[in-house]
Structures are given as structure tokens and as C-alpha cells.
């Protein structure tokens, strides 16, 4: 990838991704690299020029006093919110490892690493927003912080960042940049229908698989809904850097397929952490239990029909099927379970996830250090206490 044209401030040098080990010291080198790409696309502080790109202007556009600050408390304030409260920021790492494992250079792809976590970071303000989530990062969520309506217009806006990072780092050959486009569009229309299936909830597929008419139906139906809002973007943006780094079409294809599965098998140890918590300094970073008190079904609850007898499952699910269930039910529902295997069945299930698809890309990789970094991103994204 091309950075001739890299206006940013701050551009990661060479080697400053080699050697990060996966421990929380090496996780927060690699976040603060990508956050200096971040304000290259979405400074703390507006300029005209970069006001001009977000409102995606002519430039003989006269913007009229003030525009420049209505534009920074509209669009770039709420996403600053939430960004400047980190998270993990595992997307941007895994895909940088993913680019050194393929022989490219992934200090050179800094504003695609930042649009990726920008994106991530709108879907997350939309995501709290719809789902009524009040904590995120340990702190209020943006639409508590700040109008819901400028959140949700503002979330939005940044799965829009794309083209910009795109023009400084995309490769020349125009059906390349098509199938870059592509890929992006396609994702996003997957995220969004994903997102549509998780609000339209699985009530009613698991009554049926309560009553004992479709067990199976219910798990595929979760591991659709998982597969589609948080599979796809992990995919979409390891076929991005695939296609930066001239990876062959086999490489791309099995590169494509592992990030779903990370995706995936992510949001499933998410359902896992939602019952056993996540603290962040001392104080968690969401209500434990937050899914079973909204009566959302999540990969425990599926996989507790095929593991508790019919009658316990049919008691449990009467008691968090509806919206606002209170604590002292939503404790004695994670207990069951846990200890029903629920819990260890879900988990097991992410790590399985990752290893099959892993085994279908080792192959077509060159053996070196990186590679072995990738893999190791991939397992303990997927096993450690995480942010999202």
C-alpha cells in the first residue's frame, strides 16, 4: 500500500507493529498507534479543510461563521466521546497482524487500521442506542452522554470514513478499488440486517425450541445473527488488506473466512462475558446479565435446550423471556447456566470456530513470525477479558 500521500501528523514507523506480545503493555502500543491515525480522520480538533471533507463540500463553498464548530458538536464530538475511552481496539491489531503475516507492511496502512475502529466505534453508539444499553466502556453510553438524536445520526456518519482512508492508502488498479468498494458495501448491508435480526429478537424460534420443535433452529438462528453484525466487519477489512497487499485469491478468500469466524466467535464469548461480567480498573464496563434482563437470547440460552431437561429449560426461559427481568432472577438464570455446561458449551464453540478456519489459511501462508503472531492475536481475542 501506497503512503506517499499520508497527510497525517504522526505516521507509525517501520517495525513498531514487530514484537507487540499480547499482553496488555503491547495491546496498548499497538491502540495508541492506531489512535494517532485516528486523528488524522477524526481530529479532537476541526479544521476547515477537514470540516470541508466531512461535509463533502465543493471547495469554493462558502461555509458560513461557525460551521466548522456545529459540524465538530455534531458529527465528530459524540464519536470522540467513545473513542477516547479505548476499548481493546483488537480489530485494527488483528488486521495489522494479518497484513505483516501476508508479506505486507501494515505501518503503512495506519488510516485504514483507523477507519476500522471509527467504524466499529459508530456501530457501537447506534448498537447502545437501539438496544437501550446505558454503560459502555465503563462510562455512560453517547446517547446518554450527548442528544440521541445527534448519536444516532453522528454513528451513522462514521461508516462513512472509508473513502477517505481509502484515497490515501488504496491501491492504483481501478478493479482493485472496485472490489474494495464492494467488499465494504457488502458488509454493511450484512451488518445492518444483522443488526435488524438481533432488535427482531428470537422469542418466538425459542418457544418453538423450547416446546421441543426446533432446538437446532434456535442456535443457527443466533449463530446467523452473530455470523452477519459481527462477523462481516472483521471479514470485509481482512479482505480489504488482502487486496492491499496483492494477496492471491485463494489467500484473500481463506484470510476473509478467518476474520468472520475471529467476528463471530467474538460476539459469542461476548454472550459468555455478558453473565460473567467484564471489569475495567475496578468497575464494569456493562451490567452483568444486561442480555437476560432485556430478554435477548444469546448463545447460552440456545445451547441450554439441548442440555437442560424440558421442563427446567421451559421454567427458565418463562422467567427472562420478557423485558425487565430483575436481579435476583437474572442471578439465579446465570447460575443455571453455568451449571448446566451452557456456558462452557458457547465458549468451546468461539475456540472451535477460530481453529477450523484457521487450519483452512495456515496452509497458504508463509511460515514466519507473523504468522504465528496472527494466530496467537486470533485465540486470545477470543478467550481474554475484553472491551468491546
Not at 293 to 318: C, F, I, Y
Request: with cysteine.
Amino acid at each position: 500500500m501506497s503512503s506517499s500521500s499520508m497527510p497525517f501528523s504522526v505516521t507509525p514507523q517501520p517495525g513498531q507493529w514487530e514484537g507487540l506480545a499480547w499482553s496488555e503493555e503491547g495491546l496498548q502500543g499497538a491502540a495508541e498507534i492506531v489512535r494517532m491515525s485516528i486523528d488524522g480522520l477524526y481530529p479532537q480538533q476541526l479544521g476547515e479543510s477537514v470540516a470541508r471533507e466531512f461535509l463533502a463540500c465543493r471547495q469554493d463553498c462558502v461555509l458560513p461563521p461557525g460551521t466548522v464548530a456545529r459540524v465538530q458538536g455534531a458529527l465528530v464530538d459524540p464519536v470522540r466521546y467513545l473513542i477516547e475511552e479505548g476499548g481493546a481496539r483488537w480489530r485494527p491489531y488483528l488486521i495489522a497482524a494479518a497484513i505483516d503475516a501476508l508479506g505486507g507492511d501494515s505501518t503503512q496502512c495506519g488510516p485504514l487500521l483507523a477507519a476500522l475502529e471509527v467504524m466499529h466505534t459508530g456501530s457501537l453508539m447506534v448498537d447502545d442506542l437501539q438496544d437501550g444499553s446505558v454503560v459502555r466502556r465503563g462510562v455512560a453510553a453517547a446517547h446518554v452522554a450527548f442528544d440521541p438524536a445527534l448519536v444516532l445520526n453522528a454513528g451513522t456518519a462514521a461508516f462513512f470514513v472509508l473513502d477517505r482512508a481509502l484515497r490515501l492508502v488504496m491501491p492504483t488498479d481501478p478493479r482493485t478499488q472496485v472490489s474494495m468498494y464492494q467488499s465494504y458495501m457488502g458488509m454493511l448491508r450484512s451488518a445492518h440486517a444483522g443488526q435488524a435480526l438481533d432488535i427482531a429478537g428470537l422469542r418466538t424460534v425459542m418457544d418453538a425450541a423450547v416446546a421441543g420443535d426446533d432446538g437446532g433452529g434456535v442456535l443457527g438462528a443466533v449463530r446467523l445473527t452473530h455470523t452477519l453484525k459481527s462477523g462481516a466487519p472483521v471479514r470485509c477489512f481482512m479482505e480489504l488488506g488482502a487486496y492491499g497487499c496483492g494477496a492471491s485469491t485463494q489467500q484473500r478468500e481463506a484470510l476473509a473466512r478467518f476474520g468472520e469466524a475471529i467476528g463471530t466467535a467474538y460476539q459469542i464469548t461476548d454472550d459468555v462475558q455478558d453473565l460473567t461480567g467484564v471489569l475495567r480498573s475496578g468497575a464494569p464496563t456493562k451490567q452483568v446479565g444486561e442480555d437476560l434482563r432485556n430478554g435477548k437470547v444469546t448463545m447460552p440460552l440456545a445451547h441450554a435446550v439441548d442440555l437442560l431437561p424440558q421442563p427446567d429449560m421451559a421454567e427458565l426461559w418463562s422467567q427472562v423471556r420478557q423485558p425487565g427481568t430483575d436481579r435476583e432472577t437474572v442471578d439465579r438464570a446465570i447460575k443455571v447456566l453455568t451449571s448446566c455446561g451452557a456456558v462452557h458449551a458457547a465458549a468451546r464453540e468461539a475456540d472451535e470456530l477460530v481453529e477450523a478456519a484457521w487450519s483452512g489459511l495456515e496452509p497458504l501462508l508463509p511460515a514466519s513470525a507473523a504468522v504465528e503472531r496472527l494466530r496467537t492475536l486470533a485465540q486470545e481475542t477470543v478467550r481474554r477479558t475484553r472491551l468491546a
